[in-house]
């Protein structure tokens, strides 16, 4: 059995890949016995192979698999791949877009090991021109998105520590960001994993919120330090902003209720007809919105079967 089982995602991102799994080697203790699973979730023939040749490479010097989907699953889809071939004490699930500033893996797990009552943390994050990027953060809720973080901060302090604060120690948040989520093993399997309903976005609400339920809490361990080279592989446009708003409503639904759910999506709805008649490429989003934001009408079910050539 292993310590720790690291999981990333490749998709068309083979570089950022590959030096995401060179600053891990680079950092992590020799002593701990890692499992490296790469998942490709249906990227180009180009991107596929050029890694499979990076993986081959190092595979006599490390535990190390390369997974191949033929269809994007989606970050919790695509991480779940994963887990299904991972045997160990510990998950991290690494963005594909990280490079470590330190050994996290070890930080994390002495953390772990001495924090029985945690069930999952997260090293502090900065952007690649050294500014502190959020780790902990709050829940999504129908406060937060009428009110904004800010004011919940500032209302309630202690249910809602400051995200953009640099801490010494470690703190306790209501979920850590998904760019690098260290998860109990046992935990994380009994919750059964990331929701695959939730193609982006949201995912750390979602799971962070269920083991919240079975008494497992959710802490940024600063000591462990990253840089996020965030959105390298997601780039903005009215799609994806229509994935979030998707993901939002499915999860604000699930954990809130039909009321909040409404109520928020209404807000949405007069917000984005206002929004549309400024900019018309955002009629597509509010035409999504007085649909109800359906999951069918998710990223999720508009993937192809991407073959290798």
């Not at 990333?8 to 080697?25: A, D, G, K, R, V």
């Not at 004490?89 to 002495?110: G, M, P, R, T």
């Not at 917000?271 to 008649?277: D, M, N």
């Amino acid at each position: 059995m292993f310590d720790i089982s690291i999981i990333i995602i490749n998709y068309h991102t083979e570089q950022y890949t590959i030096n995401c799994i060179e600053s891990l080697l680079k950092y992590t203790n020799t002593s701990l016995k890692c499992q490296y699973i790469i998942v490709d979730n249906a990227s180009n023939t180009k991107s596929y192979k050029t890694l499979k040749t990076y993986v081959e490479s190092i595979q006599n010097k490390v535990e190390i698999q390369l997974l191949r989907s033929n269809i994007n699953t989606g970050f919790g889809g695509g991480n779940m791949l994963g887990v299904q071939k991972a045997t160990s004490k510990y998950l991290a699930f690494v963005n594909n877009d990280v490079v470590l500033e330190n050994d996290c893996l070890s930080i994390l797990k002495e953390f772990m090991d001495n924090n029985t009552d945690v069930g999952v943390c997260g090293p502090q994050a900065f952007t690649e021109n050294n500014k502190l990027l959020p780790t902990i953060d709050h829940f999504a809720s129908l406060g937060r998105e009428l009110f904004g973080r800010k004011f919940l901060e500032l209302i309630n302090s202690r249910k809602y520590p400051k995200r953009k604060t640099v801490y010494k120690n470690p703190k306790q948040g209501q979920f850590i960001a998904g760019s690098f989520m260290f998860f109990n093993t046992l935990e994380f399997n009994k919750i059964g994993g990331f929701d695959t309903n939730i193609f982006l976005y949201y995912e750390e609400t979602d799971i962070c919120r269920r083991l919240l339920k079975i008494g497992k809490t959710a802490f940024l361990v600063p000591k462990a330090q990253f840089i996020h080279f965030h959105g390298a592989s997601t780039k903005k446009s009215v799609a994806i902003k229509i994935e979030l708003k998707i993901s939002l409503l499915y999860v604000i639904r699930k954990h809130n209720g039909i009321v909040p759910f409404y109520i928020l999506l209404s807000y949405l709805q007069i917000r984005y007809f206002f929004s549309s008649l400024i900019k018309p490429k955002y009629w597509k989003l509010f035409y999504i919105l007085l649909l109800q934001a359906p999951l069918t009408k998710s990223l999720k079910h508009k993937q192809e079967i991407n073959l290798l050539n």
